[in-house]
Each structure stands twice: as C-alpha cells, then as structure tokens.
C-alpha cells in the first residue's frame, strides 16, 4: 500500500509539473507564439514557419484543446522547435543529455561511495585523529561552491602543471577510436567529475558520519560486540548498513543539485553537456529549448527519487509496514 500511494504521489507531482509547463507561457500576455518563443525569434521566424507551430500546438483552439495537444505531442517526444539551432528541441537535448550523465552519474556514484566510506571510518573513529582530520578537511571542501572549485583545479592542473585539457569533451579532429577514444574522454572528463565530488562528497560524509554515531548507541551493537563480532563487520554490516537510509535519501536529493552544479561546471570547462545548453538556451531567450530541458531534468530527478524510495524498503523491511 505505501508503494502504492508513493507511485501515485509522484505521478501527481508529474502532472503538476507538466500543467505548470504548459501553462506558463500562456499566462503571459500577448500572442502564445510571442510568449513562447520571445521578440527576438520573431525577428528571424518566416510567416510559414510561425503557421506551422500554431498549427503544431494548436495554439487558435480552446485551452482544454491545446492541453490535450500539448500531451499528445509529448507522447511522441515532441518537445517543440528551437529557433537557436533550427531543429527539433528533442534532437538537441539528445546531443547533449549523454555528455552531462557521463559527468553527473559518475561523480554521484564517487561522491556517495567515498562519502559514505570516510564518515564510518570516521564516526567510528569519533574523537581519534583521523577523525579530526577529516572533519576539518572536508568540512573546508563543503564550502567550496562548484564552479570555484573547477576553476582551482583548472588553474592548477591545466595551466600551472599542463597535465590536463583545459576544455571540451574530447581532443577534436583526433581520429581517435575504440579504447583510445575512451581514454581520452575519461582524460577530458576527469576534471569536471572531479570537481563536482569534491563540492558534494562532504555532505554525505558529515550526514554518514552523525548517523553512524548515533547508531553505536543502539543495544544491537552492543548484542552484536558481546557474540564477538569482528570490529569490521560491526562497522559496516551493523553500523554502516544501519546508516544508510539517511545516505540514500541524501544521494536522490544531491542529484538535483548535481545537475545544478554541472551547469557552472560545463560553463567553466566548455563541457558540451545540458548545463552548457541551458546556459545558451537564457542568452538566446530559446524558450522551448529551456522549457525541453527543465522538463528532461525534472523527470530524471523524479525517476531517481521514486528509485530511492524503492530502495528504502530492501535496506529496511520496516518501512514497507510503516503506515
């Protein structure tokens, strides 16, 4: 029944977010093409081509009319026009969207194992060294905003040592193929990847941390040391996996704000991903295109909230019978 009602409660926020989608340029005032596409577009939009988007979203019928158009277009994965770059705004984004999961995936997955990893060492190790120096090490990294963190290790790597690419995605016209096209994407990448786990894995550390200190309190760890288990096995498969929860649902939260980050980030690098285009996309005022990809983030980010809550119930039964 809880999964349930958590499927239903994130097909309401889906459809929330499509109505506000939809709606938003129609509320403005003047012609929906004008709202939709700016001043600027119709400079350079031929007669012909403004008819066809009229006619494309049945922007001359009744609202209920365009709504349902709205939806059937979408069903087909038709996310409008973009005037900038003159094709559909669906093609764009799938140049784009593999660039920015090759960066933000990675780094999420880095970031929540080693976050995860050092806070119970850490919280296990409450008061001892080690755990000082991580908590005053990482607790200087959680204050680095991403985009300042991309330009350190840009300024240090690329330009002071030149070890690494300064920008893009891959070395153009390379010829290169098979596995050493990979490695020269891994070399392009690493950079950027990095400088998103630096400004995120902190959190996950200080959040592993508290709940691994507040979980050696409980009887079953004591149960558990009295029945001579291995100081290991305490740490990881009675405190750390009992820590995860909060993990998890910290690691579905940080994915927003991962992607967020990626945006500065692929600015910083010119990493041809989302965040790049996005960027464009507010400059040239393209708002299909901005409209495309604030839809595309928002159903990733639900997908992967909606994942977590699944996940919950295997680290912990308990849930499934909570309400």
Same mark, same amino acid.
């Given at each position: 029944?809880?999964?349930?009602?958590?499927?239903?409660?994130?097909?309401?926020?889906?459809? @929330? !977010?499509? +109505?506000?989608?939809?709606? &938003?340029?129609?509320?403005? #005032?003047?012609?929906? %093409?004008?709202?939709?596409? $700016?001043?600027?577009?119709?400079?350079?939009?031929?007669?012909?081509?403004?008819?066809?988007?009229?006619?494309?979203?049945?922007?001359?019928?009744?609202?209920?009319?365009?709504?349902?158009?709205?939806?059937?277009?979408?069903?087909?994965?038709?996310?409008?026009?973009?005037?900038?770059?003159?094709?559909?705004?669906?093609?764009? @984004? !799938?140049? +784009?969207?593999?660039?920015? &999961?090759?960066?933000?995936? #990675?780094?999420?997955? %880095?970031?929540?194992?080693? $976050?995860?990893?050092?806070?119970?060492?850490?919280?296990?190790?409450?008061?001892?060294?080690?755990?000082?120096?991580?908590?005053?090490?990482?607790?200087?990294?959680?204050?680095?905003?991403?985009?300042?963190?991309?330009?350190?290790?840009?300024?240090?790597?690329?330009?002071?040592?030149?070890?690494?690419?300064?920008?893009?995605?891959?070395?153009?016209?390379?010829?290169?193929?098979?596995?050493?096209?990979?490695?020269?994407?891994?070399?392009?990448?690493?950079?950027?990847?990095?400088?998103?786990?630096?400004?995120?894995?902190?959190?996950?550390?200080?959040?592993?941390?508290?709940?691994?200190?507040?979980?050696?309190?409980?009887?079953?760890?004591?149960?558990?040391?009295?029945?001579?288990?291995?100081?290991?096995?305490?740490?990881?498969?009675?405190?750390?996996?009992?820590?995860?929860?909060?993990?998890?649902?910290?690691?579905?939260?940080?994915?927003?704000?991962?992607?967020?980050?990626?945006?500065?980030?692929?600015?910083?690098?010119?990493?041809?991903?989302?965040?790049?285009?996005?960027?464009?996309?507010?400059?040239?005022?393209?708002?299909?295109?901005?409209?495309?990809?604030?839809?595309?983030?928002?159903?990733?980010?639900?997908?992967?909230?909606?994942?977590?809550?699944?996940?919950?119930?295997?680290?912990?039964?308990?849930?499934?019978?909570?309400?």
């Amino acid at each position: 029944m809880t999964k349930k009602f958590r499927a239903v409660d994130y097909i309401a926020a889906f459809i @929330i !977010i499509l +109505s506000i989608n939809f709606a &938003l340029p129609r509320l403005m #005032p003047g012609d929906p %093409i004008n709202a939709i596409y $700016g001043d600027e577009a119709n400079i350079a939009m031929t007669p012909e081509l403004k008819s066809k988007l009229i006619k494309r979203f049945a922007l001359d019928q009744p609202l209920h009319r365009q709504f349902l158009t709205y939806l059937s277009r979408l069903c087909v994965f038709d996310l409008g026009y973009s005037y900038y770059y003159k094709t559909p705004v669906i093609d764009v @984004i !799938i140049g +784009s969207l593999p660039w920015t &999961l090759l960066l933000v995936i #990675p780094a999420l997955f %880095i970031s929540s194992v080693l $976050g995860f990893i050092l806070g119970v060492e850490s919280g296990y190790r409450r008061g001892s060294p080690i755990d000082k120096i991580l908590l005053s090490t990482l607790m200087l990294f959680q204050g680095f905003p991403d985009f300042f963190a991309g330009i350190l290790l840009l300024l240090l790597f690329s330009v002071t040592l030149s070890i690494m690419p300064l920008s893009g995605a891959h070395t153009t016209y390379s010829g290169l193929s098979g596995f050493s096209l990979v490695i020269d994407i891994v070399h392009h990448m690493a950079l950027p990847c990095m400088a998103l786990v630096l400004a995120r894995f902190s959190s996950i550390y200080l959040l592993t941390r508290n709940s691994v200190i507040s979980t050696l309190k409980e009887a079953f760890i004591l149960t558990a040391r009295a029945k001579g288990c291995f100081e290991r096995a305490i740490m990881y498969r009675h405190a750390g996996r009992n820590s995860l929860l909060p993990v998890v649902t910290a690691t579905g939260l940080q994915l927003t704000h991962l992607i967020t980050g990626a945006l500065f980030i692929e600015i910083v690098f010119a990493y041809p991903g989302v965040g790049g285009l996005l960027y464009n996309s507010l400059m040239t005022r393209d708002y299909p295109l901005m409209q495309g990809i604030l839809l595309i983030i928002t159903i990733i980010v639900l997908t992967v909230n909606f994942l977590a809550d699944l996940l919950y119930q295997k680290l912990d039964p308990r849930i499934s019978h909570a309400h």
